[in-house]
């Protein structure tokens, strides 16, 4: 019975997901015209794209193109689930990112220097916001005494509190997983010019669908994560995430593109180190 | 019944080695190779867990390890003559001189006869780990060497020889894990030093000796530290049984002194910065050296010793500054392997790197700490022995060990490609052992900051290096045109085995890691600062708890596996379909990496990795990781004696 | 038809890739293609979104005549593009080779090379005419996805 019951509510977990993660995606698309003073898609656009993309021929130069969507889908439904299982922090960042080095691989696996480039820049971004989300587990330990998700929903105060600079560097590590400007490098939206799509030139039709749904609900399990720095009431975990969402989009639209060298020596760096001091100041 | 086993598994292996040194029929050494790895896995998994046993034989064992321990010291004394090596002349000399000293007038006179044996569930694994997984590389040596000698074109078969020393080495390695006895221990530590001498200086080349003496005065000087500190605590507390040593050893300020030592030997034997060299070097050596020297063997012998002692070091500051100097190890050997486009270095560094792990480990000094340890040494074992393996035979294959070239190894190996793919897999990605150890660590070392960065910038760019291999064996392979390559069956059987045990193992993780809690938890007294109660509980089926946190290992696995079919019945699928070119701007030619350049002529399209190498390369710094980790030794050392 | 059908026709008409490849134009046509894709007419209203790869392309929009150098580079672009595909040839060089059609390097129109299903003429043709002759490739998508439908 238990495992029925889990069961049933992984699979609504995962559809309230996917909902709410291309219509976030819409609403992305939308603010973004808007910014730019455009009207911009409907909401429901991103659905129509990847309904499109999953009806199209399916295509591929090697069988990794077709294993790895799959992969990195179920990892990334996986990592969701077990967020609302209110598990291990940890657990669900390591699974979480099993769901990155499948979409490396594939892309990798591509003779096409446009995707290798693009898989090799996806690993450093891949470092660059996993450290700093297992700086987060950490810094949950030590207020809690315990890795799982289910120690800060009892907390009575909100996290916010004290950790400001972590939070900065959560919104970094959101605008990396966002493939937003500044820290764009591996496959962004508007990365076309230089390096085709980045990560997922060679991923097409079909495929490319599989890995847009696996990266609505990734963003999802961002945001989910977002809610924990107010895990006090209701309508600021809500709102919370949101006001991360719409900051990242604004920064994506007055920034411009940096290098990885940039995004590595001076952004990441830099918020690292604030990240870590966050944690020596929670403990002190 | 255990000491009988006990003794088997030392003895045949040095018996088997005698009568390897003298076939020279390449039939009967396969023959004796085959039997005695099989005989020896058996022995290993009918042994049993036993508090202290072989009190029988300590008349007839102990004189004759007295005797092989000169002679062991005489042709390392010799040996270093004869290369005109002071280093070696002066640390044998030493050793000879203190060992004489104390083997004549300070033993003498205590309480002699300790138990020879003592079992438990750490040196259970270790044995297995020792006899399975080394003995399936020794299984996949008899085809490699046969290849290698071709290669070489030698007028005599160096075989015997090279087959001796691996089977010796089993034998060392088993009598390092089994014995109860201080001094049986360091004549063991010694006795794995002059095998890997001679497994490393094997191919008699100018590079192979320099590298193998390098390894000798290095683990000389490791061998140095241990009579010392074997010394220190004989004079502390006048015995040599390892299982009282454990329980009496430490205290406060110079009391500490033996441990440092102690230590000390161990980091030179794991090849800790800064003594990494030797390991580096030591892969000039064909590859079942070194697999055996980093999966099963040799370096594990030092992490095994210092989560042996890790009960006596729990709470003091000199835990704490191992746990930092492993930390250190684990990040710092984790960058350089970034940094590496020479794939067998890459391997190197990770070892080094993971090593540190279980250092830090035994700092921690938890129960819960030390068999993540332990679980961290099998797991590791069994992969990186794989991929060693792997790498091994293509390097046979494609003449380089450089990473760029091994680009696109898929479409002419595609069976070696894969098994490293999977080997690589099973380093960073969940469920698999080396991540659920990785998971245990975290949980246990959360409460120091230090250390907790340390693990993270670690273990993220340990993903880094290995997807990027991973991925980089893939490239650009035509891998529905490439036919599986033929290999004998004395290759595939033993990669097949392993390859198996990397993916399956981890469901016997829970069970396995239950066992070393419950055997290690007697040995932590109450002098640990561990919450009470049980830290580990058999949770509900399959999910491994802990007092941080909860690991769902069979719901991850079951999932990981359908997954596995299902991404591999799409792939499937795919292949039968149509095939499409890659992307290269639309300048495609026939070949598939190939695009249109001037003339009309094929240009290959060349991307390397992004090593970083002015941002991380070996040369800038090792000196500066080796002074810092240099100034964690000092500390340490500081933090040992420290009233 | 049933609804899954119907709900794929949606969705391609509603989610039209661009790929936009310059075969030799003199830059007229591809300046006017560009001109469509600015935020002035933000087709991103209609889903359009112009990608840079034909393996996430539906339409391609060809400027310029075919010459014997790039023909190969339009056969492959044409052939990474997954079905259903449409392919629009833009301007009077595309449409026969325009003015160059008798030069020794020329090949003549994109229909030489690969199967057009829309002509868009003019020299260089309007952006209003380019956006016709898109909304008439949507259709098209649209109709070759109901031949694919009744392929399967």
């Given amino acids: 019975m238990a495992v029925m019951r889990t069961a049933v509510i992984a699979l609504a977990v995962l559809w309230a997901a996917t909902l709410l993660g291309g219509l976030l995606s819409g609403l992305d698309r939308r603010l973004t015209a808007r910014l730019q003073a455009r009207r911009g898609p409907p909401l429901t656009q991103p659905f129509w794209d990847v309904i499109k993309l999953l009806a199209k021929e399916r295509v591929v130069t090697n069988p990794w193109q077709a294993f790895s969507p799959v992969a990195t889908l179920a990892a990334a439904a996986t990592a969701l689930v077990l967020f609302v299982c209110q598990g291990d922090l940890l657990v669900i960042l390591f699974v979480h990112a099993t769901g990155g080095v499948f979409l490396v691989l594939g ?28 700086l987060f587990a950490g810094a949950l330990y030590l207020t809690t005494g315990s890795f799982r998700v289910s120690g800060v929903l009892a907390l009575p105060e909100p996290l916010l509190d004290r950790l400001p600079l972590l939070f900065l560097a959560f919104l970094f590590a959101l605008t990396v997983k966002m493939r937003k400007s500044p820290f764009d490098l591996a496959g962004s939206h508007h990365a076309h010019q230089e390096l085709v799509r980045g990560v997922y030139t060679e991923y097409a039709g079909p495929h490319l669908g599989l890995l847009e749904i696996a990266h609505w609900l990734e963003v999802m399990l961002y945001l989910a994560i977002c809610s924990l720095f107010w895990a006090t009431n209701v309508a600021a975990m809500i709102l919370l995430p949101l006001a991360a969402f719409g900051a990242v989009i604004v920064l994506d639209n007055v920034a411009a593109r940096l290098t990885w060298r940039w995004m590595l020596g001076r952004g990441w760096a830099a918020v690292f180190a604030a990240a870590a001091l966050n944690l020596f100041w929670l403990k002190g | 019944m255990p000491e009988a086993i006990s003794v088997v598994l030392i003895i045949v292996p040095f018996l088997a080695a005698l009568a390897s040194l003298l076939t020279r029929s390449s039939a009967c050494r396969s023959f004796l190779v085959i039997t005695t790895v099989c005989g020896l896995a058996t022995c290993s998994l009918l042994l049993q867990a036993s508090p202290a046993c072989g009190g029988k034989w300590a008349g007839i064992i102990a004189p004759l390890i007295a005797g092989g321990d000169f002679l062991l010291l005489a042709v390392m004394f010799f040996l270093g003559c004869r290369y005109r090596h002071p280093l070696i002349v002066m640390l044998t000399a030493g ?10 007038s300070v033993f003498a006179g205590g309480s002699h006869g300790p138990a020879l044996f003592a079992v438990d569930a750490l040196s259970l694994t270790m044995v297995r780990v020792v006899c399975i997984v080394g003995g399936l590389i020794c299984l996949h040596a008899l085809p490699y060497m046969q290849a290698h000698e071709r290669h070489l074109q030698l007028d005599r078969s160096r075989q015997p020889q090279f087959f001796a020393v691996l089977l010796l080495f089993l034998g060392a390695m088993n009598g390092l894990v089994l014995t109860n006895h201080l001094a049986h221990f360091y004549f063991f530590f010694e006795l794995t030093t002059l095998c890997s001498f ?19 005065w290095m683990n000389g000087l490791g061998g140095l530290l241990l009579l010392l500190a074997i010394w220190g605590l004989y004079s502390q507390s006048a015995m040599l049984d390892m299982t009282g040593l454990v329980a009496t050893a430490g205290g406060h300020g110079a009391a500490m002194l033996p441990l440092v030592m102690l230590l000390l030997a161990a980091f030179t034997k794991s090849a800790q910065l800064p003594w990494q060299k030797w390991l580096l070097g030591a892969m000039v050596a064909p590859t079942p050296t070194s697999a055996l020297l980093h999966s099963s063997t040799m370096v594990k012998a030092g992490v095994y010793l210092a989560l042996r002692f890790a009960p006596a070091l729990a709470g003091t500051l000199l835990a704490q500054g191992l746990v930092l100097a492993g930390g250190f190890t684990f990040v710092a050997a984790a960058a350089l392997a970034i940094g590496q486009r020479n794939a067998k270095k890459v391997l190197a560094y990770s070892t080094i790197s993971n090593l540190g792990l279980i250092f830090a480990c035994a700092g921690i000094g938890t129960p819960a700490a030390v068999a993540a340890g332990m679980l961290l040494i099998l797991f ?9 393996l792997c790498v091994g035979t293509a390097e046979q294959q494609v003449h380089s060990r450089d990473i760029e070239v091994m680009r696109g190894l898929c479409a002419i190996m595609p069976v070696t490609a894969m098994i490293s793919v999977l080997a690589a897999l099973t380093l960073i990605v969940p469920p698999f052992g080396m991540l659920l150890g990785k998971w245990l660590v975290f949980e246990a070392g959360a409460d120091n900051i230090v250390f907790y960065l340390m693990l993270v910038l670690g273990s993220s760019f340990t993903v880094l290096y290995w997807v990027r291999l991973a991925g980089t064996l893939l490239a650009g392979g035509e891998t529905a045109a490439a036919r599986a390559e033929a290999q004998p069956l004395l290759t595939r059987w033993p990669l097949a085995v392993l390859a198996c045990g990397a993916v399956l193992l981890v469901l016997g993780a829970p069970a396995l890691h239950g066992r070393l809690l419950a055997a290690l938890a007697p040995l932590f007294g109450p002098m640990t600062a561990f919450p009470a109660g049980p830290p580990f509980a058999a949770g509900r089926a399959g999910v491994l708890l802990t007092a941080q946190g909860a690991f769902p290992l069979a719901s991850l696995f079951v999932a990981a596996a359908l997954v596995a079919l299902l991404a591999l019945a799409a792939a499937r699928q795919a292949m039968a379909g149509k095939k499409g070119r890659a992307y290269l701007a639309g300048a495609n030619t026939e070949l598939p990496d190939h695009f249109r350049g001037p003339m009309n002529r094929p240009v290959r399209a060349v991307v390397e990795n992004y090593y970083l190498a002015p941002l991380l390369g070996e040369k800038r710094w090792t000196r500066w990781v080796n002074l810092a980790a240099a100034g964690l030794l000092l500390f340490m050392l500081g933090g040992g004696l420290w009233p | 038809m049933g609804l899954v059908d119907k709900l794929i ?19 007229g046509c591809d300046i006017e293609t560009l001109a469509c894709l600015t935020p002035v007419y933000d087709v991103e209203r209609f889903g359009v979104v112009n990608v840079g790869n034909p393996r996430h392309a539906d339409i391609l929009l060809v400027t310029g005549t075919v010459n014997h150098r790039n023909r190969e580079a339009l056969a492959v672009l044409f052939e990474q593009m997954p079905e259903p595909r449409v392919v629009v040839a833009i301007g009077a060089c595309g449409l026969s080779g325009g003015v160059f059609r008798e030069a020794p390097n020329v090949v003549g129109g994109v229909d030489k090379v690969i199967p057009v299903d829309v002509y868009v003429p003019g020299c260089p043709a309007r952006p209003e005419a380019i956006i016709d002759g898109v909304v008439l490739a949507v259709e098209k998508f649209r109709e070759k996805s109901k031949e694919m439908g009744e392929g399967r």
């Fill in chain 2, 380 to 388: 590791h074992a069994v992969s990186k022995g794989l991929l060693f």
């Fill in chain 2, 95 to 104: 050793q000879l001189a203190l060992f004489a000293w104390l083997e004549f």
């Fill in chain 3, 9 to 27: 026709g949606t969705a391609r008409r509603r989610s039209p890739w661009l790929l936009h490849f310059d075969c030799g134009s003199c830059n």
């Fill in chain 1, 107 to 134: 892309a990798m696996a591509s003779p096409s220097p446009y995707s290798q480039t693009g898989g090799q820049r996806e690993l450093w971004q891949m470092l660059c916001c996993e450290t700093l989300l297992f």
């Fill in chain 2, 198 to 216: 001679l497994l490393i200086g094997h191919d008699n080349t100018d590079e192979a000796v320099a590298k193998a003496l390098t390894a000798l």
